[in-house]
């Protein structure tokens, strides 16, 4: 019998050929809704928390954070939407849904508490950044996919750029943060914009025998990420910095996740300008650093 021939004996035989293997995937009843929705309306669904009230685009039937919580009510929400982030895909691969170089986006619909990713057509690589106003583009023929959205397009209508909060505006307490891991290569890139090639940044087995043990960050590199904060989110754009007092309390190793966090602690009404506390700490929220800043806000939008 064929069970009991082995490779070496003379009457065994392979024969070589291709096996079909077809597979279907099936969205679910959600899922279909959404595509149906495409496919046949053109229109956008997405779905809405019944605890959270947050909106949902792709939709899924329960909420991400409320475990049990259902996610039943339809909500249409319009083919516009802002740009998150995004990726330029370069290498060629027989999967992908067009030819490289091409722009693979995030995108926040308006109305929506998520972002669905898809892609950008319209612009250059090179011109592509975050904040960018975007339109859906649906595509001529149906394939009762998320591709019945061909692609998102620039919309024409950017908004201008919004200085931030002005001095009236601001208020006690206030607050705004930016989080960003730091890896072996930021520092690396702030050693070559500094100068700073100290090799307690840079050498490894020189570092193993300093009292932190290991390689850290420059100190003023998770330092440097306040200026998001002051710059594009509060007060935000139009700022200018005009005094800054930091004191570190503990270094910050390759890997530590940085949150800057500024909170108007003062207003000083005759310059109109506002003191802000100003705290670093990591992932495991030990403190890295705080001090103040001193900032000129942004005169009021007319």
């Known amino acids: 019998m064929a069970s009991n ?31 149906i929705a495409l496919r046949d309306q053109k229109k956008i669904l997405g779905v809405r928390c019944e605890q959270c009230k947050k909106v949902f685009v792709p939709p899924r039937s329960a909420c991400e954070q409320h475990i049990g919580a259902r996610c039943n009510e339809w909500v249409e929400l319009p083919g ?20 490289p170089p091409y722009v ?22 090179r011109d592509m950044r975050v904040g960018l106003k975007v339109k859906a583009v649906f595509a001529k023929e149906t394939t009762s996919t998320i591709r019945d959205i061909d692609h998102f397009a620039i919309d024409s209508q950017q908004p201008e750029y919004q200085l931030g909060t002005s001095y009236d505006e601001l208020e006690i307490g206030m607050s705004a943060s930016f989080t960003k891991t730091v890896s072996e290569t930021d520092v690396y890139l702030f050693a070559g914009i500094s100068g700073d090639f100290n090799p307690l940044h840079m050498n490894h087995e020189f570092a193993k025998n300093t009292p932190f043990g290991a390689r850290i960050a420059h ?60 705290e670093w700490t990591n992932q495991k929220g030990t403190v890295v650093a ?3 800043i001193l900032v000129a806000p942004p005169p009021k939008q007319l």
């Not at 516009?80 to 067009?98: A, I, K, L």
């Not at 693979?104 to 250059?124: E, Q």
Request: glycine share 10%.
């Open 219 to 278: 100190g003023a590199l998770p330092y440097c990420l306040i200026a998001p904060v002051l710059g594009m989110k509060l007060p935000g754009l139009g700022t200018m910095a005009l005094e800054m007092n930091v004191r570190f309390k503990a270094p910050t190793y390759f890997g530590d996740t940085i949150t800057a966090k500024a909170t108007v602690c003062e207003k000083l009404p005759d310059k109109r300008w506002v003191r802000m506390a100003c």
């Open 5 to 35: 021939l082995t490779a070496s004996e003379k009457d065994a035989f392979v024969i070589e050929g291709k096996l079909a293997l077809p597979y279907q995937y099936l969205c679910g009843r959600t899922g279909s809704q959404f595509i």
């Open 104 to 125: 693979l986006a995030l995108i926040k619909l308006d109305g929506a508490d998520n972002a669905l990713t898809h892609l950008v057509s319209g612009v250059a690589p």
């Open 80 to 99: 516009t939407g802002t740009v998150t982030g995004f990726t330029v895909v370069r290498y060629e691969e027989p999967y992908q849904p067009c030819k």
């Open 290 to 292: 705080h001090g103040s």
